[in-house]
T-cell receptor, first 111, second 114 residues
Framework: TQLLEQSPQFLSIQEGENLTVYCNSS?????LQWYRQEPGEGPVLLVT?????EVKKLKRLTFQFGDARKDSSLHITAAQPGDTGLYLC???????????FGTGTRLTIIP | DADVTQTPRNRITKTGKRIMLECSQT?????MYWYRQDPGLGLRLIYY???????NKGEISDGYSVSRQAQAKFSLSLESAIPNQTALYFC?????????????FGPGTRLTVL
């Protein structure tokens, strides 16, 4: 079974601070996705990274796929209360229809 | 209207009862999935379906069964519910061709088994 470990599991910071969330695996993935989930809702896709070393930016969020395609990070600049939520990474294996989800990082931004 | 809907949104039941969770989608997607979410474990795949005639087990299918009644409907059943099946259950859909496996999730069903 492929595992995706996320760290930290919980993170609570003040509004305006920067943060980084990590997603690590010993397996290689053909692509990796990041989802955000808010209370009472299902996860919503934020981004998909495909190429090793790829960096994608979504406003204040920066996503990076590791060179070896085994890990990824999410960096948030100047965090805002609206960033609060559960962040999930999910890996797609080559030729596999299934997503392997990470353990999740619950982020709380304090106004 | 939401593209992926789940009913019920909340359910409390007793050990041994049969429970059905329903999922409907208006996205026209051929792939449908059932996941359960537990704190600290992320989402784990229970069953998935590529079309009406194609049903596949996921990593935690024991104690569950599914039915794909039509392209738009995918139901999850717990034949005899047990307390460790208490969890948040999500249905998801995906378009099968030319995508990076982006999945679209319903709002979830919170199931409590007493």
């Amino acid at each position: 079974t492929q595992l995706l470990e996320q760290s930290p599991q919980f993170l609570s910071i003040q509004e305006g601070e920067n943060l980084t969330v990590y997603c690590n695996s010993s397996s290689v993935f053909s692509s990796l996705q990041w989802y955000r989930q808010e209370p009472g809702e299902g996860p919503v896709l934020l981004v998909t990274v495909v190429t090793g070393g790829e960096v994608k930016k979504l406003k204040r969020l920066t996503f990076q796929f590791g060179d070896a395609r085994k890990d990824s990070s999410l960096h948030i600049t100047a965090a805002q209360p609206g960033d609060t939520g559960l962040y999930l990474c999910a890996g797609v294996s080559l030729g596999n229809e299934k997503l392997t989800f990470g353990t999740g990082t619950r982020l709380t931004i304090i106004p | 209207d939401a593209d992926v809907t789940q009913t019920p949104r909340n359910r409390i039941t007793k050990t041994g009862k049969r429970i059905m969770l329903e999922c409907s989608q208006t996205k026209g997607h051929d792939r449908m999935y059932w996941y359960r979410q537990d704190p600290g474990l992320g989402l784990r795949l229970i069953y998935y379906s590529f079309d009406v005639k194609d049903i596949n087990k996921g990593e935690i299918s024991d104690g569950y069964s599914v039915s794909r009644q039509a392209q738009a409907k995918f139901s999850l059943s717990l034949e005899s519910a047990i307390p460790n099946q208490t969890a948040l259950y999500f249905c998801a859909t995906r378009y099968g061709w030319g995508s990076y496996n982006e999945q679209f999730f319903g709002p979830g069903t919170r199931l409590t088994v007493l």
